[in-house]
């Protein structure tokens, strides 16, 4: 993106090397793409100030880079892994992409608030996210998420019932995650690929049930975003490079406010920081 916009600066200011007579006529439509390509990325930011304006935002988004051309190699993090994680090739659990990209991750967990608001706002701001899904307090409003759904977010497995998995059997652990992959399946069309073990705990039963119904990664989090304050799992207490942050889809039952207003709490810090919330998916 950068080196189109440099294209096309190089092209407007009349400075620089003078392409050869023979190439002019092979360049100019080209030339024109990139002008247009570069008006368009200006509208498309214009639209995003103007709605991080109408949503209260601070500052407006910064946009992510295009997704990586070459997917990064994921494997589960220092101490996160069971036993023969890498002999039996279970889904790793890990709590940041390797990446350089300043960008974060945002995941919103269990379900209970169905906020029609958050649903506009994350449209119209274009923020990315990914949902992970508990049966029990989604059954109640399935076509809430299938909106989601359609409007882009990848839709993920949270377990039937949100159950602390390393007190169950490996049969009861296979029922959690695999009977809401059949649920996902029915109401949203699609066994998804990842999965969260409630509360991030888990154990080997845990990532082979996982496995054995076709989940292939195991994303915790490195940060937590309420509605009015961030928690860390790092000593440095900051955003790195890749970090997943986790946050709950919760309302004023809960919350000092609603999920819009932890939506503006989670852009204030990542957008004077610096980073740009990237697609998960992007990166899997
Ligand atoms: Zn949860």
């Known amino acids: ?31 024109r793409a990139l002008y247009s390509y570069a008006a368009k990325l200006r509208l498309a930011q ?20 295009p997704a990586p051309a070459r997917k990064p190699v994921i494997r589960a993090r220092d101490g996160f892994e ?21 960008v974060v991750f945002l995941t919103i967990d269990d379900g209970e608030e169905k906020d029609p608001k958050f649903l506009r706002m994350m449209s119209d701001l274009k923020i990315p996210y990914t949902a992970f899904l508990s049966n029990y307090l989604v059954k109640d409003d399935y076509p809430y ?44 069309g699609k066994r998804p690929t990842v999965f969260r073990p409630p ?3 888990y154990n080997q ?20 975003v309420f509605v009015d304050h ?3 799992r790092e000593d440095d207490q900051d955003l790195h490079p890749g970090d997943i942050v986790l946050t709950h889809f919760r309302g004023r039952n809960d919350w000092k406010g609603a999920m819009p207003d932890m939506v503006r ?11 740009a919330v990237a697609r998960l998916e992007d990166y899997l």
């Open 265 to 275: 709490r989670f852009m204030k810090k990542v957008t004077d920081e610096g980073y």
């Open 1 to 31: 993106m950068l080196a189109l916009a440099a294209l096309v600066s190089g092209c407007s200011d009349g400075e620089g090397v003078r392409p050869a007579p023979g190439q002019q006529v092979l360049k100019a439509p080209q030339a």
């Open 199 to 201: 509360y991030g705990n």
């Open 145 to 188: 998420f299938r909106k989601m759904r359609d409007r882009g977010v990848t839709l993920n497995n949270h377990t039937l019932h949100h159950l602390y998995l390393p007190g169950l059997s490996y049969a009861e652990q296979r029922h959690e995650i695999c009977g809401m992959q059949s649920v996902m399946k029915k109401q949203f």
């Open 46 to 65: 214009a639209r995003r100030a103007a709605a991080a304006k109408r949503w209260g935002l601070a500052r407006t988004p910064l946009t992510a880079p």
């Open 205 to 224: 039963d845990t990532l082979r049930a996982a496995k054995s119904c076709g989940i292939k990664y195991a994303p915790i989090w490195d940060e937590e």
């Open 82 to 102: 069971v036993d023969e994680q890498e002999e039996l090739d279970l889904p790793p659990v890990f709590t940041t992409i390797p990446t350089k990209n300043k």
């Open 230 to 232: 961030w928690e860390y």
